[in-house]
């Protein structure tokens, strides 16, 4: 079905409220409000796998070590493994003494015992109650009048009364009463207070400080732009009776994407409290983020009351918990948020840092605030854990950025974010069969290995020598690649024909090879191509300087796949590095070209001729059954110059899918086989 035309004959848009008098606009947030986390309830009800309770322990730890003091740990009446976990908190004596556990409960008696039972023996709790009260609920969900919705709530927030004053007088708990008018933003306003100020007077108790009220007011769907909350909220708290001894709190969901600037605007107009999830995660497109509305508050010099000193740690927190990743470009979080691949960026936060130094010497000498002040850039990222290159610094126990932190710190090397991921897929193997610890040592010794990186463990395939030079002037190329020292091979510049004459070390043979392309890397891709029939292309390079002393390095990463790849399949990871810039490209390549070669494997096998003999030795090797489907040649050139050529189709276990491999060899018998093991390599690929 289409969009329509006219949607106003099918959608009807929400009803400003008249507040000609409205403060907010003038007002800014001058200080945090009180932070409530629901990643363990509303976040957690909104994962397609709900968190165990080890993530849910491991959560609710993260949330109170960077500083949140009310969470909402569980819906415990709704399932035993909720209020197994909620007891167990309490039981186990998880829950530091500042902290509040808040739990929700719809308005239904035998649930509310359940939840106070849950949290009874606590420090500090929070009896979180709603009921829905827009009209569309009232009347068509619950068939109630508003008469009948107040006593609903009125009757039940009584029964918690007395039952959390049983518990406070036979534990010592402390408790707090926190009321939802569930969608909130869909209720007529002057319900919403007539229903809120009825609850205050059966709860009895509301004073000052902790004794104040909880009015919880959500966005339960996010229906308007985030102007008409704040002058809901303003409005509200404008009618409330005693609003002295409430807390009114937001609850913003994401429907229309601007929870973020809902909840700052309703901050504005008088909100004291935000309940949300880290980054955003809850029913639907989410709850409000409460990373985002703490950094927003740090970056305008306002103490946040949240430690987001290590924001990658909670990153991997969260994304071990919930499954979900934190997306690249999340504000403050994302790993390119601090990046510039702009060159013209890049020049400008290059003049900012200089500029700013010169500043700061100043403001030093006379006294002042050194200000951050930086184009691109408006915290410093080193406040959260980050560098200036979108690599972020962990611990050694950070996962994949831990290893990538332990490799830059004993190796220089900064590894691209997708080499990161493969290189901690080897190290996890290793980990896996060893059952230990991986210690430094153990992960740049694997990654030397893997990457054949360093005299001590070069591959098949070793760099000796190399000239480079512009294919399209005749002549000798210049030795140890002079010709190349003014141009990098990751240049954006219009490339160049290069030629590329060099001597590799093939199995321990020394063997001369040439080749040329649009740059350094092409050529020497040309050169094995040619010589070593081993058909790789670039799919991504990058490369940094590596500083070692007074001497000045360039460290460079290449990943190459063969043709056909499919996308999302990985390639093959190369390292290099070298004085000279071409050299470490050149290396790299290699690198990842013996990765793709793998060690020598000595095969036997057996058969009616030398192609199925081939077969037989790979089957017996991978495990795998191969076909031949078809099979053809040709010859190439004419007289003492030509070479055959070969072109086979294979299947694979019987199944349909085919991939067709090349060879070409002076030899006929050695082209059909190259060809064999180029189709089979193809299989390997895609799978």
């Not at 080890?54 to 709704?78: D, H, N, R, W």
């Not at 909100?271 to 639907?284: H, I, S």
């Not at 930086?374 to 290893?403: F, H, T, W």
């Not at 096998?605 to 030398?610: L, V």
Request: net charge negative; charged share 25%.
């Amino acid at each position: 079905m289409p969009m329509l035309k006219d949607p106003s004959q099918k959608y009807k848009p929400y009803t400003p409220i008249n507040l000609p008098d409205r403060q907010w606009p003038s007002r800014t947030i001058t200080k945090a409000p009180i932070w409530l986390s629901t990643d363990l309830r509303d976040g957690n009800q909104a994962l397609a796998n709900p968190m165990s309770i080890p993530q849910k322990t491991l959560f609710f730890k993260k949330l109170v070590e960077i500083g949140v003091k009310e969470i909402e740990v569980a819906y415990p009446a709704a399932s035993d493994t909720d209020f197994g976990f909620v007891r167990g908190l309490i039981e186990k004596k998880q829950v530091p003494d500042d902290v509040w556990l808040q739990v929700l409960t719809p308005a239904r008696a035998d649930l509310i015992r359940r939840t106070v039972e849950s949290v009874s023996g606590a420090k500090r709790a929070i009896i979180h109650m709603y009921n829905a009260t827009s009209p569309m609920f009232r009347e068509v969900v619950f068939g109630n009048s508003k008469e009948q919705t107040i006593a609903l709530a009125v009757d039940h927030t009584k029964l918690i009364r007395q039952l959390t004053e049983e518990a406070t007088a036979k534990y010592g708990t402390i408790f707090r009463y926190e009321y939802s008018p569930e969608t909130f933003t869909q209720t007529e306003l002057d319900f919403a207070v007539e229903i809120c100020d009825a609850v205050k007077a059966a709860w009895g108790k509301a004073g000052e400080g902790d004794e104040r009220i909880i009015f919880n007011l959500p966005a339960t769907v996010e229906i308007a732009t985030p102007n008409h909350y704040a002058d809901q909220i303003e409005l509200f708290q404008r009618k409330i009776t005693e609003r002295e001894k409430i807390v009114i709190s937001l609850h913003p969901h994401n429907d229309r994407g601007t929870a973020i600037a809902a909840a700052e605007l309703a901050q504005m107009a008088g909100a004291d409290r935000v309940e949300g999830c880290l980054f955003g995660n809850g029913e639907r497109t989410g709850n409000v983020d409460l990373v985002v509305l703490g950094m927003n508050l740090y970056s305008q010099g306002v103490d946040p009351q949240l430690d987001l000193s290590d924001m990658f740690s909670v990153t991997e927190t969260v994304t071990q918990c919930n499954d979900l990743f934190v997306h690249p470009r999340h504000p403050w979080a994302g790993e390119l948020v601090f990046t510039a691949f702009s060159g013209s960026h890049q020049d400008a936060i290059k003049k900012g840092f200089e500029h700013q130094a010169r500043r700061h010497a100043l403001d030093s000498q006379e006294g002042r605030n050194r200000y951050w002040s930086m184009p691109y850039l408006p915290i410093d990222p080193a406040d959260i854990g980050c560098n200036y290159e979108a690599i972020i610094r962990v611990n050694s126990q950070s996962g994949k950025g831990g290893i990538a932190y332990i490799v830059k710190q004993a190796l220089k090397l900064d590894m691209p974010r997708r080499m990161q991921m493969s290189f901690y897929q080897v190290i996890q193997a290793i980990s896996d069969k060893t059952g230990k610890e991986m210690t430094t040592e153990d992960i740049t010794g694997a990654f030397r290995k893997t990457y054949c990186y360093g005299p001590k463990n070069e591959g098949r395939l070793a760099l000796r020598s190399f000239a480079i030079a512009d294919a399209s002037r005749p002549g000798t190329p210049t030795p140890e690649s002079e010709a190349s020292r003014s141009s990098s091979p990751s240049s954006t510049a219009t490339p160049s024909p290069r030629r590329f004459v060099g001597k590799l070390s093939v199995d321990g043979i020394v063997r001369e090879v040439r080749g040329s392309g649009t740059g350094p890397l092409a050529a020497l891709l040309d050169a094995i191509r040619t010589y070593l029939d081993v058909d790789l292309a670039v799919r991504e390079y990058s490369e940094h300087s590596l500083e070692e002393g007074t001497e000045v390095k360039a460290g460079s990463f290449v990943e190459l796949i063969t043709p056909g790849t499919e996308r999302g399949v990985g390639g093959f990871w190369g390292v290099g590095a070298d004085a000279d810039i071409a050299g470490s490209g050149l290396r790299a390549v290699l690198s990842a070209a013996n990765a793709y070669i793998g060690d020598l494997t000595a095969l036997t096998g057996e058969g009616n001729g030398p192609l199925s003999s081939l077969i037989g030795a790979l089957e017996s090797v991978t495990g795998k059954q191969y076909e031949i489907k078809e099979y053809t040649q040709h010859s190439i050139g004419a007289g003492s110059g030509s070479r055959a050529a070969s072109f086979v189709e294979l299947s694979l276990d019987g199944g349909e899918k085919t991939a067709w491999g090349a060879g070409a060899d002076e030899d006929i018998t050695a082209s059909g086989l190259r060809a064999v093991l180029s189709a089979a390599s193809r299989f390997e690929n895609k799978h």
